[in-house]
């Protein structure tokens, strides 16, 4: 799209054109990169977010892994790496959030 504006700008500098119907072809071609641009960022920062997420999840699952057999009573090391946080929206409503992304209410 960036090569297409230049183009399109080169032509203008060196042919004699129409300067309403150039300002139009060249409004187009610009809103067309800057969506492409958004669209691009949006990709980009989605797949940050799941390469994040995704070592996060491996980080929960090697600290998984360390145990032998279940959970069987409170430890606070446990909690603080496998628990991310923990919200409470009632008195009978509390939901706790793994750093895995798993919620489960207690």
Same mark, same amino acid.
């Given at each position: 799209?960036? &090569?297409? /504006? +230049? +183009?399109?700008? !080169? &032509? !203008?500098? =060196?042919i004699a054109l129409d300067q309403t119907e150039y300002q139009k072809k060249y409004d187009g071609l610009a809103d067309r990169f800057d =969506? /492409?641009? #958004? =669209?691009? &960022?949006?990709?980009?920062s989605a797949i940050t977010d799941r390469v994040a997420k995704r070592e996060k999840t491996e980080r929960f699952?090697? *600290?998984? *892994?360390?145990?032998?057999?279940?959970?069987? *009573?409170?430890? *606070? #090391?446990?909690?603080?790496?496998?628990? &991310?946080?923990?919200?409470?929206?009632?008195?009978e409503d509390i939901r706790f959030t793994f750093k895995n992304g798993m919620e489960i209410k207690a």
């Open positions: 799209m960036a &090569e297409m /504006i +230049q +183009q399109c700008v !080169n &032509e !203008n500098a =060196r =969506r /492409i641009k #958004e =669209r691009l &960022e949006a990709v980009g699952l090697a *600290e998984l *892994e360390k145990r032998d057999g279940p959970l069987t *009573e409170f430890n *606070e #090391e446990d909690w603080y790496s496998l628990v &991310e946080y923990a919200t409470v929206y009632s008195r």
